[in-house]
């Protein structure tokens, strides 16, 4: 089984900054592919943020580009989502997820994270 737990939500003003954290274990190893995905409340999931482990590929969404960055670190089989600039509309919970290819279509990751929530007030 493979496994991926999100951390580092919470509450922030608009303007301030978060990094969530995304730790993977398990069968979440053979996949070549992390990404973030996000759902506000009354909305469908939408794409954030993908990347290949091996760093050569990075591709966000237009409504965070500038904003936020997506990174990893191998050592600790951990990917992060450093949010920058954050607005009221950046309210959501995000999910990580682990794919075998780099996708902003959400049906093609295999694994996801439980979500951890992030509010940003205005």
């Known amino acids: 089984q493979g496994q991926l737990v999100e951390s580092g939500g919470g509450l922030v003003q608009a303007g301030g900054s978060l990094r969530l954290s995304c730790a993977a274990s398990?069968?979440?190893?053979?996949?070549?592919?992390m990404g973030w995905f996000r759902q506000a409340p009354g909305k469908e999931r939408e794409f954030v943020a993908v990347?290949?482990?091996?760093?050569?590929?990075?591709y966000y969404a237009d409504s965070v580009k500038g904003r936020f960055t997506i990174s990893r670190d191998n050592a600790k089989n951990t990917v992060y989502l450093q949010m920058n600039s954050l607005k009221p509309e950046d309210t959501a919970v995000y999910y990580c997820?682990?794919?075998?290819?780099?996708?902003?279509?959400?049906?093609?990751?295999?694994?996801w994270g439980k979500g951890t929530l992030v509010t940003v007030s205005s």
């Open positions: 990347m290949r482990w091996s760093g050569d590929y990075t």
């Open positions: 398990g069968r979440t190893f053979s996949m070549s592919a």
């Open positions: 997820a682990a794919g075998s290819v780099p996708s902003t279509d959400a049906d093609n990751m295999h694994y």
